[in-house]
């Protein structure tokens, strides 16, 4: 038996089928709460935020764009709305305001940075349990857009353009910024 896409539990909740949006929020419910706690670093918090992510789904589910992808929609809708919470809960450093949001910054890399590092990738690391805790501990360690990028490319799957839509960023920003991701998380883990 095959699983229902998500665009056919849509086309079904707006049909009037309510438990095809109990299906969609089950099958969202981790994934979207895993995304929200690597914002929060709080349990509570991650929580009383997924629930306003569904809410606002629920909310805005008829206006979906049903040309699009729910879980790329969905996922945009929890960052945002993870975005406004840290915001209001986070004081602005000023460290913070320097360079990785112009949008006409031109950066140049050298040849070396294209060349294939024989290590292993993020999601190499992830299959290996006695390393977990000490990537858990690196990733934590990188800046949020680092990290929003390396979670949602290697633990959630998305490909760079998926990425780039979710986060409104160009897709050559995404990848910058996992390369950059990477470099960090090696240098990290190597210390």
């Not at 360079?99 to 140049?108: I, L, T």
């Not at 990537?135 to 353009?161: I, K, P």
Request: aromatic share 12%.
């Amino acid at each position: 038996m095959t699983q229902t896409t998500d665009e056919e539990l849509i086309k079904k909740y707006l049909s009037g089928d309510e438990p095809a949006f109990r299906e969609l929020t089950e099958r969202y419910l981790k994934p979207i709460y895993n995304f929200v706690y690597r914002y929060t670093k709080s349990g509570d918090s991650a929580e009383d935020i997924t629930q306003d992510v569904f809410v606002n789904v629920w909310k805005s589910i008829k206006k979906f764009d049903q040309d699009k992808k729910f879980k790329t929609w969905i996922f945009t809708i929890a960052k945002n709305t993870s975005l406004n919470w840290v915001k209001k809960k986070k004081p602005l450093l000023f460290s913070e305001l320097s360079g990785s949001d112009k949008k006409n910054e031109k950066e140049s890399y050298s040849f070396e940075d294209s060349l294939r590092d024989p290590a292993p990738l993020p999601d190499e690391v992830f299959a290996n349990a006695d390393l977990k805790n000490k990537l858990e501990l690196a990733m934590s360690s990188l800046d949020n857009n680092y990290r929003a990028v390396l979670f949602l490319h290697y633990n959630d799957h998305f490909t760079f353009q998926e990425i780039s839509e979710m986060l409104g960023k160009s897709i050559n920003t995404i990848k910058s910024q996992h390369r950059r991701g990477i470099v960090l998380l090696k240098k990290v883990l190597t210390v």
